[in-house]
């Protein structure tokens, strides 16, 4: 198992892989990134991933110089060559190399630069200690949140903050005191036998994850809303979980150091993580046996 880098096209190892100092994203943050995993070997949720990374380059205006079948590519390639059984797969792409450390766009000279970063799937903690935190959640009028970019300060800070608080991770609100996201996931919670959410109106990102929990819940039947929660909603909440790419769903057990649901993942979040993981693997397969389908086609014609 191997932790590879592809720059620009050329796959080497983490330790080997060189971006120039003029890098805009390494001045300024100025990038967008992806996080997405496999299951089974198998590429989950590209296609969402992808169009969000396009959205994001809109909104930091510019446009990808990639298409689709180029990303994915270059993805597999660096994929074959790490040959983890389930990886990680992190893409990067900054505003290129300027002609001179200066934030004005009239240097962003180009062109853009495509990194893809592939490790062995991550062993995620199966709960999490939530602390809401002082620092708030940047306005979407500064830099949106929507837009998963590489300055991701406000995260970083707030994921400390938290930390230094006995917490795993943190719970950030916007200047009207409605709860937004964790620092690298959404949040989900339930009240009275409804599923409650942040609206993205509020400042969050929207989470792959978080979309396809809705989808899920909603085909079968549960109660789910997209619903502005305050942070005395989030306390006294029956059940609270995190959702992301790596995670799927985490129960929260501890908001500000008191227990929720006496301090253990309650039965609603525990049935759900295991009905989503089987829904997401069962997508999985359904993948894999498209593709063997494709290949076994394409060596018979």
Same mark, same amino acid.
């Given at each position: 198992?191997?932790?590879?880098?592809?720059?620009?096209?050329?796959?080497?190892?983490?330790?080997?892989?060189?971006?120039?100092?003029?890098?805009?994203?390494?001045?300024?943050?100025?990038?967008?990134?992806?996080?997405?995993?496999?299951?089974?070997?198998?590429?989950?949720?590209?296609?969402?991933?992808?169009?969000?990374?396009?959205?994001?380059?809109?909104?930091?205006?510019?446009?990808?110089?990639?298409?689709?079948?180029?990303?994915?590519?270059?993805?597999?390639?660096?994929?074959?060559?790490?040959?983890?059984?389930?990886?990680?797969?992190?893409?990067?792409?900054?505003?290129?190399?300027?002609?001179?450390?200066?934030?004005?766009?009239?240097?962003?000279?180009?062109?853009? $630069?495509?990194?893809?970063? %592939?490790?062995?799937?991550? /062993?995620?903690?199966?709960? +999490?200690? @939530?602390?809401? *935190? #002082?620092?708030?959640?940047?306005?979407?009028?500064?830099?949106?949140?929507?837009?998963?970019?590489?300055?991701?300060?406000?995260?970083?800070?707030?994921?400390?903050?938290?930390?230094?608080?006995?917490?795993?991770?943190?719970?950030?609100?916007?200047?009207?005191?409605?709860?937004?996201?964790?620092?690298?996931?959404?949040?989900?919670?339930?009240?009275?036998?409804?599923?409650?959410?942040?609206?993205?109106?509020?400042?969050?990102?929207?989470?792959?994850?978080?979309?396809?929990?809705?989808?899920?819940?909603?085909?079968?039947?549960?109660?789910?809303?997209?619903?502005?929660?305050?942070?005395?909603?989030? $306390?006294?909440?029956?059940? %609270?979980?995190?959702?992301? /790419?790596?995670?799927?769903? +985490?129960? @929260?057990?501890? *908001? #500000?150091?008191?227990?929720?649901?006496?301090?253990?993942?309650?039965?609603?979040?525990?049935?759900?993580?295991?009905?989503?993981?089987?829904?997401?693997?069962?997508?999985?397969?359904?993948?894999?046996?498209?593709?063997?389908?494709?290949?076994?086609?394409?060596?018979?014609?």
């Amino acid at each position: 198992m191997s932790n590879l880098c592809n720059v620009d096209g050329v796959v080497s190892s983490e330790a080997d892989a060189r971006i120039p100092v003029l890098d805009r994203g390494f001045l300024f943050g100025d990038s967008i990134y992806e996080v997405i995993r496999t299951r089974r070997g198998i590429l989950f949720g590209w296609r969402e991933h992808l169009d969000r990374l396009r959205l994001s380059a809109e909104g930091l205006g510019f446009a990808l110089d990639l298409d689709d079948a180029e990303i994915l590519r270059r993805i597999d390639a660096t994929l074959r060559a790490a040959g983890n059984p389930d990886s990680y797969v992190r893409i990067l792409v900054t505003r290129g190399t300027g002609s001179a450390p200066n934030i004005d766009l009239a240097y962003a000279t180009g062109p853009l $630069r495509w990194v893809v970063m %592939v490790r062995a799937l991550p /062993t995620m903690a199966s709960t +999490a200690r @939530v602390q809401i *935190i #002082d620092r708030l959640r940047n306005d979407r009028r500064a830099l949106d949140p929507a837009v998963k970019s590489g300055n991701y300060l406000n995260n970083v800070l707030g994921l400390a903050e938290a930390k230094a608080q006995g917490a795993t991770d943190c719970l950030s609100l916007d200047a009207h005191g409605n709860a937004t996201e964790a620092s690298t996931s959404n949040i989900f919670v339930l009240r009275q036998g409804r599923l409650i959410t942040p609206p993205l109106r509020v400042g969050i990102l929207a989470g792959i994850t978080r979309q396809m929990l809705l989808d899920f819940c909603r085909a079968r039947g549960d109660q789910v809303a997209e619903a502005d929660l305050s942070a005395a909603d989030v $306390r006294t909440a029956d059940e %609270v979980f995190l959702s992301s /790419t790596l995670r799927d769903v +985490a129960p @929260v057990t501890h *908001i #500000d150091g008191a227990p929720v649901h006496e301090g253990t993942p309650g039965p609603f979040t525990m049935r759900l993580l295991a009905d989503f993981s089987a829904y997401c693997d069962r997508r999985a397969r359904e993948m894999e046996d498209r593709k063997s389908t494709r290949l076994n086609s394409s060596h018979s014609s």
